[in-house]
Nanobody, 115 residues
Framework: QVQLVESGGGLVQAGGSLNLSCAAA????????MGWYRQAPGKQRELVAT???????NYADSVKGRFTISRDNTKNTVYLQMNSLKSEDTAVYYC?????????WGKGTLVTISS
């Protein structure tokens, strides 16, 4: 019913910035909440940020003030602008979408922060 494709991951120096994108394909998902999660080596997947169809956002405490989630409802695309990156931000970042209680995931994009 939906396919999520993340892009924008890569290697960036500590203190730098990176912008991730996630496109949802298959239908019009503009009213559905979407979000970003991440999984660092040896750790469980954790919430990074979420955004409603109306643009209301929620952030993990660890990224508040540094990351910004946004979306373009005409494209069913969610973005994650990451600034002031730290080594602990290194992880595979996953996009998801909540389709009336059912959660779908992208394959993830790797973000590596170098010192």
């Amino acid at each position: 019913q939906v396919q999520l494709v993340e892009s924008g991951g890569g290697l960036v120096q500590a203190g730098g910035s990176l912008n991730l994108s996630c496109a949802a394909a298959g239908s019009d998902f503009s009213i559905n909440p979407m979000g970003w999660y991440r999984q660092a080596p040896g750790k469980q997947r954790e919430l990074v940020a979420t955004i409603s169809g109306g643009g209301r956002t929620n952030y993990a405490d660890s990224v508040k003030g540094r990351f910004t989630i946004s979306r373009d409802n005409t494209k069913n695309t969610v973005y994650l602008q990451m600034n002031s990156l730290k080594s602990e931000d290194t992880a595979v970042y996953y996009c998801n979408i909540n389709l009336w209680g059912a959660i779908y995931w992208g394959k993830g994009t790797l973000v590596t922060i170098s010192s």
